[in-house]
């Protein structure tokens, strides 16, 4: 079935659905006796594409919400939305809905398809008239659209007849204590309420917190003869569709060039992957995203810490029915690929960390500080200890000796998060350079009060590449941009873009040349402040801009002008702010196009 066709099919369910359910203005469903009869279920639905997923705060509530189901003897299903079939949602009873806002108020690209489905004008206002609902929202103070999209979800539910449990909850990342200010008073109320319309089946309590809950999946331990695992994220075969985040491409890293000067403060590398046979596709302002893995080092003293076998191989078993296997692991897998590449251990540990390894602690003292972390009232020790230095998930485990070495193996999935994909905004056209993505990354680093210095993981292990020492490959995918440019060629633009924010401009003006297009009237970077806008010599001005190489560009696409210092009037114009990676005269060698 087309989309089109599945779309309208969905709709016709919601019809079909609210005409049994809904009938005569204003009338509800009748609810109670059912509640009594059977108990509901729990779905946790949380978006997994958005700032606040791919850091994972909205992920780690919703599983924390599902802790709390199971210890009331619920059935608990947390997905994310974009794996959740949204037809189902007229048949669900119990709904706790977890949501983060992008942006400018928009909602998360995973959580699209579902959002536009929900919207839909002639969707009868009784679909959900059998529905229980709460809404927790995940967000930011500190911009205009605050919490937008929990707020305007928890009205469009509302409005096709769903029963809020509660008003919605806006958590925010600028309160002191972070979201859980608002997070921990409002799940205690929320349980209250699910309690007194869904009662504890006769002879069962509540599960003490201090029980620990069982693990996700039990590991099985293979003999040392038995055969190792093939395939993984690293083997280069052609995938049977476009690569996705399930199935990435193993693009094999062509080149790792550093553009600016060893001397400048900042390591920018415009890197190119070589992509031929993958199938992918994209245009100007698109983005790749890049699986990133952790280094040998890391790896070894994790092992170390642990007292882990790196070879030893295993086998992952669901611990209930419905739940899947880790999708990105192969089955079996050695100790050292799911360190490697699934478990984030360079991450900044959460307060359910430290509330699961307090379960293993054997020592007082060390049990004593993680269950001091792990409450409410030790969230501002937890924030000085872990958020403020940006203390890592392997540094937090050496601080707790005792306790990281009586983890048992089939907890690490639940303890540590997965590494997530990052995204890129890609630096090149296809049509300037077939089978080739070529990105470039900051590779970041930096200072806190710790004496290691901070390394971003995925920045430091594509610089760390070296396609002279052999087959270098790197897992990726490529996902529509939010960025669009006029497809009429006579439309003007302005591109501004500090640092790296240059990148999808190289690839617009790229493709642009590439068809044949008139290059950019003035290709150049902005004067420094208090500098005049004009009378810069060429030479001074070729010091300051990453861009010299892109005048040759203009050139072959017929601009043939002298470049102009400030953003000039042309259909192509681009501005660089001294400021990122860029703003140190004389550093910065011309970027290759």
């Given at each position: 079935m087309t989309s089109e066709g599945r779309r309208r099919q969905l709709v016709t369910d919601a019809e079909a659905a609210g005409s049994a359910r809904y009938s005569g203005s204003g009338a509800r469903c009748a609810r109670g006796h059912r509640r009594f009869a059977a108990r509901a279920s729990v779905w946790v639905g949380f978006p997994a594409g958005c700032d606040c997923c791919q850091t994972g705060t909205a992920q780690d509530t919703a599983e924390r919400i599902g802790r709390e189901a199971k210890r009331r003897h619920f059935q608990c299903r947390v997905e994310a939305l974009d794996s959740y079939d949204v037809a189902n949602l007229i048949n669900e009873l119990l709904v706790v809905f977890v949501c983060s806002t992008t942006g400018q108020g928009d909602p998360p690209d995973n959580m699209k398809m579902f959002w536009r489905f929900l919207f839909r004008k002639n969707l009868p206002p009784g679909s959900l008239c059998q529905l229980d609902y709460a809404v927790l929202g995940l967000g930011d103070s500190s911009y205009p659209k605050f919490n937008f999209v929990a707020k305007k979800l928890h009205?469009?539910?509302?409005?096709?007849?769903?029963?809020?449990?509660?008003?919605?909850?806006?958590?925010?990342?600028?309160?002191?204590?972070?979201?859980?200010?608002?997070?921990?008073?409002?799940?205690?109320?929320?349980?209250?309420?699910?309690?007194?319309?869904?009662?504890l089946p006769p002879g069962l309590d509540i599960i003490s917190p201090d029980?620990?809950?069982?693990?996700?999946?039990?590991?099985?331990?293979?003999?040392?003869?038995?055969?190792?695992?093939?395939?993984?994220?690293?083997?280069?075969?052609?995938?049977?569709?476009?690569?996705?985040?399930?199935?990435?491409?193993?693009?094999?890293?062509?080149?790792?060039?550093?553009?600016?000067?060893?001397?400048?403060?900042?390591?920018?590398?415009?890197?190119?992957?070589?992509?031929?046979?993958?199938?992918?596709?994209?245009?100007?302002?698109?983005?790749?995203?890049?699986?990133?893995?952790?280094?040998?080092?890391?790896?070894?003293?994790?092992?170390?810490?642990?007292?882990?076998?790196?070879?030893?191989?295993?086998?992952?078993?669901?611990?209930?029915?419905?739940?899947?296997?880790?999708?990105?692991?192969?089955?079996?897998?050695?100790?050292?690929?799911?360190?490697?590449?699934?478990?984030?251990?360079?991450?900044?540990?959460?307060?359910?960390?430290?509330?699961?390894?307090?379960?293993?602690?054997?020592?007082?003292?060390?049990?004593?500080?993680?269950?001091?972390?792990?409450?409410?009232?030790?969230?501002?020790?937890?924030?000085?200890?872990c958020n403020r230095p940006r203390r890592t998930t392997l540094e937090a485990l050496w601080d707790f000796p005792h306790t990281t070495c009586a983890i048992p193996p089939e907890y690490l999935l639940d303890l540590i998060p997965r590494i997530r994909p990052r995204a890129f905004s890609i630096a090149s056209s296809m049509l300037a350079h077939p089978d080739r993505i070529q990105i470039l990354v900051a590779v970041v680093r930096y200072k806190t009060r710790l004496s290691k210095p901070r390394r971003g993981l995925c920045s430091t292990w594509l610089a760390s590449l070296n396609p002279e020492q052999g087959d270098v490959r790197v897992p990726l995918w490529v996902k529509k941009g939010g960025m669009k440019f006029p497809a009429d060629p006579d439309t003007p633009v302005i591109m501004i873009g500090p640092g790296t924010g240059v990148a999808p401009f190289r690839a617009a003006i790229q493709e642009r040349v590439a068809q044949g297009r008139r290059g950019g009237e003035g290709l150049c970077s902005a004067p420094h402040p208090g500098e005049p806008k004009a009378g810069v010599g060429a030479a001074e001005q070729q010091e300051r801009s990453c861009l010299p190489g892109w005048e040759r560009q203009a050139d072959a696409g017929g601009g043939g002008r002298s470049p102009a210092v400030g953003v000039a009037a042309g259909r192509w114009s681009v501005a660089l702010r001294s400021r990122g990676a860029f703003n140190s005269p004389g550093t910065v060698p011309a970027l290759p196009v």
């Open positions: 009205k469009r539910v509302l409005q096709l007849g769903g029963n809020p449990l509660l008003p919605v909850a806006l958590g925010d990342d600028q309160h002191d204590l972070g979201p859980d200010a608002v997070v921990d008073p409002w799940l205690l109320a929320l349980w209250d309420k699910i309690l007194a319309l869904y009662p029980v620990r809950l069982p693990p996700k999946y039990t590991l099985h331990y293979l003999a040392e003869d038995s055969p190792h695992p093939d395939g993984g994220l690293l083997q280069p075969t052609a995938p049977r569709a476009v690569p996705s985040e399930l199935h990435p491409f193993a693009a094999r890293v062509v080149s790792n060039q550093r553009v600016t000067a060893e001397s400048h403060f900042q390591d920018v590398r415009l890197i190119e992957f070589d992509v031929t046979g993958s199938g992918i596709t994209f245009s100007a302002g698109d983005v790749v995203m890049i699986q990133p893995q952790n280094c040998p080092e890391d790896v070894q003293q994790f092992c170390q810490l642990l007292r882990l076998d790196p070879d030893r191989r295993f086998v992952l078993k669901p611990a209930e029915p419905g739940t899947s296997l880790p999708a990105l692991l192969p089955q079996p897998c050695t100790i050292r690929h799911l360190v490697t590449h699934y478990l984030d251990i360079s991450c900044v540990p959460r307060r359910s960390f430290f509330e699961l390894l307090s379960y293993f602690s054997t020592n007082e003292l060390e049990r004593e500080k993680l269950q001091e972390f792990s409450s409410a009232q030790g969230q501002e020790e937890l924030y000085s200890y």
